[in-house]
């Protein structure tokens, strides 16, 4: 009952910037942290930067300063935007959250990592 849709991917020259949203969608008592990694061919997948509700972030190295993760409460939404992009970069980026089911005041399930299709970013002139 509970998705996650990612949008925002494309193909962008070194130095640019993109956008990345997530939105949670379905039976929805509450959300805990959100995230994004990545993961290239033939590589593992990574964490690349996460939130939690009260609004503290966690990067990795190799995007400090670069890339800015928030998040709509209201909208069950996460966002990543990217900036200076460099072709290591390059990957398909997954949104992940921890999501409690349920509806309205009842509980459905305990906590669940929930994850989006993906989408990809391809850096490259």
Do not use: H
């Not at 379905?26 to 959100?34: K, P």
């Amino acid at each position: 009952q509970v998705q996650l849709v990612e949008s925002g991917g494309g193909l962008v020259q070194p130095g640019g910037s993109l956008r990345l949203s997530c939105a949670a969608s379905g039976s929805i008592f509450s959300i805990n942290g959100m995230g994004w990694y990545r993961q290239a061919p033939g590589k593992q997948r990574e964490l690349v930067a996460d939130i939690i509700s009260g609004g503290s972030t966690n990067y990795a190295d190799s995007v400090k300063g670069r890339f800015t993760i928030s998040r709509d409460n209201a909208k069950n939404a996460v966002y990543l935007q990217m900036n200076s992009l460099k072709p290591e970069d390059t990957a398909v980026y997954y949104c992940n959250a921890d999501i409690t089911a349920g509806s309205g005041r009842t509980v459905y399930s305990r906590r669940t990592d929930y994850w989006g299709q993906g989408t990809q970013v391809t850096v490259s002139s």
